[in-house]
C-alpha cells in the first residue's frame, strides 16, 4: 500500500511543479506579477506546484490584484485515488518560470495532506513567490493558498480499475481585490499493470474551465517517469500545459522529483514560458497501535 502511495505522491508532486510554474505573468499590462493564472494549489505547489499527494494545481502562485486586470487560466490535475486514513504526506518544492514579461522564482511551496477516511482525504498548499519583470519592477509575498477535501466515489482499485472522486476547493489570494475562490474538479483514474491514467475536469468560480490528463508510467523499481497535458479557457481565450517530470524513489516514504513545464498562450496580452519544479515528499503512515 505504501509503495501505491508513494508513486500517487511523487507523481502528484512532478505534475504540479510542472504545471503550476509557468505563469502567465503581465509586469508591462498593469497586472499584479507573478498573476494567477491557475488556482495553484500553488508555483510548484508549483509544484502551486503541487497542493497534495496525487493532486496538483496549474498556477503561479502570485494572484492578479484585480478579476478584471487578466484572464485567469484555472486548472486543477488530481486522480480518483485516497489516502490511507490517518496517514500523513508533506511536501516542500520550487519552481522556476521565465518567458518575455519576466521571470518567477518559487521558494518554498509548502504543500500537506491527510487521510481521513477510506474514501475521503484533506489537503493544502502555501507558496511564496519571488517576482522580477523585464523592466526590474520586483515584488514577493505569499501566492494563492489552496484547500481541497477529496471524496472518492468509485475505488480504482476495484475489479475494472477504473475509479471517480470529486475534489472541492477553496482558495485565499491575499494580494487580490477577489481573496476568495472556489472550484468543483471531477477526477478520473484508470490502471492497467504498466501505468496509471488519470485527469481531472471542472469549473473555477474567478472564470475558467478546464481539463487535464496524465500518465505515470514506472521506470524500475526506484523511479517513475511522469507526463502531462492540460488545456483551460477563459473568456473565449486559452491556455495549454505541457510537462513531463522524473520521480525517484529514495525510500518506502520519501521521494525527490524534478520535472520541467512548457506554457502557450492564445491571448496576445499574456506571456507563456518556460518552467523547472523539484522537491521533496515524505510519507507518515498511519501509527500501528497495539493491544
Known amino acids: 500500500m505504501i509503495g501505491r502511495v508513494k508513486r500517487a505522491i511523487a507523481a502528484a508532486a512532478l505534475i504540479s511543479a510542472a504545471a503550476a510554474a509557468p505563469a502567465a505573468a503581465q509586469g508591462k499590462s498593469g497586472s499584479a506579477p507573478g498573476q494567477t493564472k491557475a488556482s ?3 508555483a510548484a505547489a508549483a509544484a502551486a506546484g503541487s497542493a497534495s499527494p496525487a493532486t496538483s494545481v496549474s498556477s503561479t502562485s502570485a494572484p492578479a490584484t484585480s478579476a478584471s486586470s487578466a484572464l485567469y487560466y484555472g486548472s486543477w490535475l488530481d486522480d480518483a485515488s ?6 500523513a504526506w508533506l511536501g516542500l518544492s520550487t519552481a522556476y518560470w521565465k ?3 519576466g521571470r518567477q522564482f518559487d521558494a518554498p511551496v509548502m504543500m500537506g495532506a491527510i487521510g481521513v477516511s477510506p474514501r475521503t482525504q484533506i489537503g493544502a498548499s502555501v507558496p511564496i513567490y519571488h517576482f ?11 501566492g494563492t493558498i489552496s484547500m481541497y477535501g477529496k471524496l472518492m466515489l468509485v475505488d480504482p482499485a476495484g475489479s475494472n480499475g477504473v475509479g471517480f472522486a470529486i475534489a472541492p476547493l477553496l482558495q485565499l489570494a491575499p494580494a487580490s481585490d477577489q481573496r476568495l475562490g472556489w472550484a468543483l474538479p471531477v477526477n478520473v483514474e484508470a490502471r492497467t499493470r504498466r501505468a496509471r491514467i488519470y485527469g ?3 469549473y473555477f468560480s474567478r472564470g475558467s474551465v478546464f481539463v487535464t490528463v496524465a500518465a505515470d508510467v514506472p521506470a ?3 523511479a517513475s517517469f511522469t507526463a502531462n ?3 483551460s479557457f477563459a473568456s473565449g481565450s486559452h491556455e495549454t500545459d505541457l510537462g513531463a517530470g522524473l520521480a525517484l524513489f529514495t525510500s518506502p516514504t520519501t521521494s525527490v522529483f524534478i520535472s520541467l513545464g512548457r506554457a502557450f498562450m492564445s491571448d496576445p496580452a499574456a506571456a507563456g514560458g518556460m518552467s523547472l519544479g523539484g522537491g521533496v515528499s515524505v510519507t507518515m503512515p498511519r501509527p500501528i497501535r497495539h493491544p
Open 40 to 42: 495553484h494549489g500553488g
Open 229 to 231: 497535458f492540460g488545456r
Open 99 to 101: 518567458s518575455t514579461t
Open 132 to 142: 522580477r519583470d523585464v523592466d526590474g519592477f520586483s515584488s514577493n509575498g505569499v
Open 82 to 87: 485516497t489516502m490511507t486514513p490517518g496517514s
Open 220 to 222: 524500475g523499481r526506484k
Open 200 to 202: 481531472s475536469t471542472g
